[in-house]
């Protein structure tokens, strides 16, 4: 049973760090592309950052220089470094998990993912 659980949310003021983390269990992780998706009240769910079947990343681009997105393929754990975060970023982070073989580079499309995990609560008071 394909498992993603997230931890790492809280509450920081703006400028601020945090650091996510996405454990993942019950599939073989390095066979599958990860990204992180949000959720901001009254909006749609969007793409974060997301990860390649070769190493390479893509970010969206209201993220891109502030967010880093890596894994720890011993660990089969994703992370989020999440600086210099603005109240715009205040959301639910949600991890999501797909096989890389139907599509090896990186995705920011939530219909192309099959597991997700339940969030985590990130907000930034300005």
């Known amino acids: 049973q394909v498992q993603l659980v997230e931890s790492g949310g809280g509450s920081v003021q703006a400028g601020g760090s945090l650091r996510l983390s996405c454990a993942a269990s019950g599939y073989t992780y390095s066979g599958y592309c990860m990204a992180w998706f949000r959720q901001a009240p009254g909006k749609e769910r969007e793409g974060v950052a997301a990860?390649?079947?070769?190493?390479?990343?893509k970010y969206a681009d209201s993220v891109q220089g502030r967010f880093t997105i890596s894994q720890d393929n011993a660990k089969n754990t994703l992370y989020l470094q999440m600086n210099s975060l603005q109240s715009e970023d205040t959301a639910v982070y949600s991890c999501?998990?797909?096989?890389?073989?139907?599509?090896?580079?990186?995705?920011?499309?939530?219909?192309?993912?099959?597991?997700w995990g339940q969030g985590t609560q990130v907000t930034v008071s300005s």
């Open positions: 990860t390649a079947r070769d190493g390479g990343t």
């Open positions: 999501a998990a797909r096989p890389c073989w139907m599509l090896p580079a990186a995705s920011l499309e939530k219909s192309h993912f099959t597991y």
